[in-house]
């Protein structure tokens, strides 16, 4: 049966909203996304005896974990292999040692990291071992050791894929796809539903809504990828934080994002050996004409920018610690050329960088050591491409297999500092429950990471946070969902005005344009060119400010055709969009009024900074929209917590961040508590 009879047949009920039902399918969990962590989720529930599931998707083929990646896709986990000592322990305090990030999330997820890996493996992903079994492992960036492993460009695909299978062929959970979140339900501080708009019907059908009664909600919807305009998240991948932070589920560390150098079209990290191989880096103005190398400008030593080029290879992130002297310098060039001089930036491996020859004697010791073992020196005076092709063959397959494809032996590749993951988002406790009782946000949705993390910690994160909210609910919370009368009396709310901001935007639309596109696009430009990787009180001011007028006029103003699924998707899309920014916005301003200074992946402008330090034989001058003064860990210690009531403005506080917890517990202790309730509590 299609999904519409799906319905009809599984719906125990309806509410009415202006003459028109709305069905209700009824369920213990509704998982929302179908990317990793959601099927992870819902894989669990099954494996821990809760069957009564539905997922629910916006776009069951989009999503970052299922479209994105790099040259060597990272995934981290306790040291599996060799004899370098590594412990549960020692993993957790690499995650802690990030800053703002809590104790027993660190520990949960060091862990539970094997668990969660090897039920990976089990379930068809490839990670590499051995003759003897051990899953060896590669060092990867803010990692002590080498936790680090891979099966490719494409892990996190695999992943998906692999559990995809697992729930839908497998266990025959159902998936309700082109269903977008519109608002959680929510009664006497606990989650009881959710509301979505369906995008598999028109005009024509009785609704153009559906509702979920469920006792639990694992909010798997990753990254609020819509709020930046220059992203690298894949197309289709918008997230929903809006809808939660409407409801009331506090934020955490929401002015942590991670930035970096990606390409545009399409939409992929330019890491690993795509830096390692010594592209050039050469700027034109808006119609590709006026070519010219920019990095020399202020980079003006050969060995110092090749090497400068080298590390972004495996310091991918714009840290900004290492924006002074360090690699990092390259992200604010190639910022400077795209945000503040109008021009666009390409990546170049036809032709070597600042001179017609490559010396590799010029780099620093430890990138030239690392292209003397993978055979780079002896090739002698070779090209970016030539060196590419040698260390990693399917990194210049990958873009002459796009559609369109990119030959990078004859064509320029085009690039900019682009938003990539956000390490904030909604708060969590140890078992990846909310404030919101019942309601779990997993993967990126969930604020699970500290300022700073490991390549691959993410993943990681996903998989154990799926994995301990699954087991949660399989031994805490397998009771039914509140009665049709108490569901149907706390969705009414919600339902009235999703219904009528519809008809109100699509009456305005009859009658003039639709504005959806205009709107999403100018809101998305907005925040990345006032408050993306380099940001300051002022541009953040002027943007919220913004937000918050936009946010408050919209049920009134935005016209979208009814008659047009898109549109009627991106009119609730942009509302989420808008929400999000709204309360990230002012977390920023809250974040520098409290004395917060650069971190992370951001640079805060500051007027008694410092700018980056230049060679002296440097005659231009970095813009005074660099000058900075690093946090220098002065803000590890507390975490910034974001409430909005949906009415008044945000508030915020900040609280001590939760230890790493010691468990000296006996085993006969320990075991007694298992039995009796699994140790869940």
Not at 93 to 121: C, K, N, Y
Not at 293 to 307: C, K, T, V
Not at 338 to 358: I, Q, Y
Not at 426 to 431: A, G, K, P, R, T
Request: aromatic share 8%; proline share 5%; net charge negative.
């Amino acid at each position: 049966m299609d999904q519409s009879q799906w319905i009809d047949t599984h719906a125990d009920g309806h509410v009415e909203i202006d003459g028109r039902p709305i069905p209700v399918v009824t369920a213990n969990t509704v998982v929302v996304g179908t990317g990793a962590a959601g099927y992870c989720a819902a894989d669990r529930l099954v494996m821990l005896g809760q069957r009564d599931v539905v997922m629910v998707t916006d776009k069951r083929r989009a999503g970052a974990s299922r479209n994105a990646g790099s040259d060597k896709q990272t995934y981290y986990k306790l040291t599996l292999a060799g004899s370098e000592p590594d412990s549960v322990q020692e993993m957790a305090q690499t995650l802690f040692s990030g800053g703002s990030m809590d104790g027993d999330i660190a520990l949960a997820e060091a862990a539970w990291s094997p668990r969660a890996f090897f039920h990976l493996v089990e379930s068809g992903v490839p990670f590499p071992h051995n003759s003897s079994g051990e899953y060896v492992g590669y060092k990867t960036d803010h990692d002590p050791r080498q936790r680090a492993t891979s099966v490719g460009p494409y892990t996190s695909r695999t992943m998906v894929e692999k559990l995809e299978g697992r729930v839908t062929e497998g266990h025959g959970i159902p998936v309700l796809d082109l269903c977008r979140v519109v608002d959680l339900v929510v009664a006497e501080g606990a989650v009881v539903g959710l509301l979505c708009v369906r995008l598999d019907v028109d005009a024509s059908a009785p609704s153009r809504f559906l509702l979920l009664r469920c006792t639990n909600l694992v909010y798997a919807t990753g990254g609020p990828a819509g709020m930046y305009a220059d992203s690298v998240y894949p197309n289709g991948q918008w997230g929903a934080n809006g809808a939660a932070l409407r409801a009331g589920v506090h934020g955490k560390n929401l002015t942590e994002w991670q930035f970096g150098l990606a390409s545009i079209h399409p939409r992929w990290n330019v890491s690993g050996t795509y830096m390692q191989a010594l592209p050039r880096f050469v700027s034109t103005d808006a119609d590709g004409g006026d070519a010219r190398e920019f990095l020399g400008e202020f980079l003006p030593d050969y060995g110092d920018q090749l090497s400068r080029i080298f590390l972004k290879g495996y310091q991918w992130p714009f840290d900004v610690r290492k924006a002074p002297d360090g690699s990092s310098l390259i992200d604010l060039l190639v910022y400077q050329e795209t945000k503040l001089r109008g021009r666009r930036v390409w990546l170049d491996f036809r032709a070597n960088p600042a001179r017609e020859h490559f010396d590799a004697s010029a780099l620093s010791p430890k990138a030239y050591a690392y292209l003397e073992a993978t055979g780079v020196t002896g090739l002698g005076d070779s090209t970016p491409i030539e060196r590419l092709q040698h260390m990693n063959r399917p990194a210049y397959e990958f873009y002459l297999q796009r559609n369109p494809g990119v030959d990078l032996e004859t064509d320029m590749l085009e690039v900019a500092v682009c938003a990539q993951h956000n390490n904030g988002g909604l708060e969590v406790d140890q078992w990846w429950q909310s404030n919101l009782t019942g309601f779990f946000p997993v993967g990126e949705a969930a604020g699970a990471h500290g300022v700073y993390r490991p390549g691959g910690a993410a993943l990681n994160s996903g998989q154990v946070g799926a994995t301990r909210a699954a087991s949660y609910i399989a031994q805490a919370r397998r009771e039914d969902p509140v009665s049709a009368e108490v569901f149907q009396a706390s969705a009414h709310k919600v339902t009235q005005r999703a219904s009528a901001l519809l008809s109100g935007a699509g009456q305005r639309a009859a009658s003039g344009t639709d504005t959806t596109d205009a709107a999403l696009s100018h809101i998305r430009r907005l925040m990345s060119d006032k408050a993306g990787v380099v940001r300051s009180r002022e541009s953040v001011a002027q943007a919220r400010q913004e937000v918050t007028a936009l946010l408050t006029g919209y049920d009134t103003t935005i016209a979208a055709d009814a008659d047009s699924r898109r549109s009627v998707s991106r009119l609730f899309l942009i509302r989420d969009i808008l929400t999000s920014q709204y309360v990230y916005l002012n977390a920023m301003e809250h974040y520098v009024d409290s004395g917060g200074l650069s971190r992370g992946s951001v640079l805060y402008t500051d007027p008694q900074g410092h700018l980056p330090a230049l060679d002296a034989s440097v005659t231009s001058s970095l813009p005074e929209l660099f000058r900075l003064r690093l946090d220098g860990g002065a803000l590890d210690d507390v975490i910034q917590v974001t409430a909005w009531d949906g009415v008044e403005a945000p508030t915020f506080t900040w609280r001590e961040r939760r230890p790493i917890p010691v468990h000296d517990e006996a085993f006969e202790n320990t075991w007694r508590g298992y039995r009796t309730d699994k140790n869940i509590g």
